[in-house]
């Protein structure tokens, strides 16, 4: 599975942006995809993910994203998107979408549930 990322840029405080990940080699739907950032200088957490078909699509959401950030899914497009809003300068980083093969009732937010990776886009929240 291929994964490519889109949509980061500079962003001043309580902006939005949405993130896109253009996802190929195989129907996106048998997937669970998570979205994750790694701030400068520390570990790469996860943020939010969608499951696949098998999880009825259900979302899961890192407390710094619940009620800011939105996952969702466009099957037809093979895209799966993040919506950001309301954003701090502790969300600038590097976001990358990866992609869990496994097939579970929900997804995790547990980065070794992860096997395909995409390459990053840069967010930057700065004044």
């Known amino acids: 599975l291929q994964l490519v990322e889109s949509g980061g840029d500079l962003v001043q405080p309580g902006g939005s942006l949405r993130l896109s990940c253009l996802v190929s080699g195989d129907s996106l739907r048998y997937y669970g995809i998570g979205w994750f950032r790694q701030a400068p200088g520390k570990e790469r957490e996860a943020i939010a993910c969608?499951?696949?078909?098998?999880?009825?699509?259900?979302?899961n959401y890192a407390e710094s994203a619940k009620g800011r950030f939105t996952i969702s899914r466009d099957i037809a497009k093979k895209m799966v998107l993040l919506q950001m809003n309301s954003l701090t300068l502790e969300d600038t980083g590097a976001y990358y979408c990866a992609a869990d093969p496994v097939v579970r009732g929900s997804c995790r937010l547990y980065n070794n549930d992860y096997e395909d990776w995409g390459q990053g886009t840069q967010v930057t929240v700065s004044a």
């Open positions: 969608i499951s696949s078909i098998y999880g009825n699509s259900q979302t």
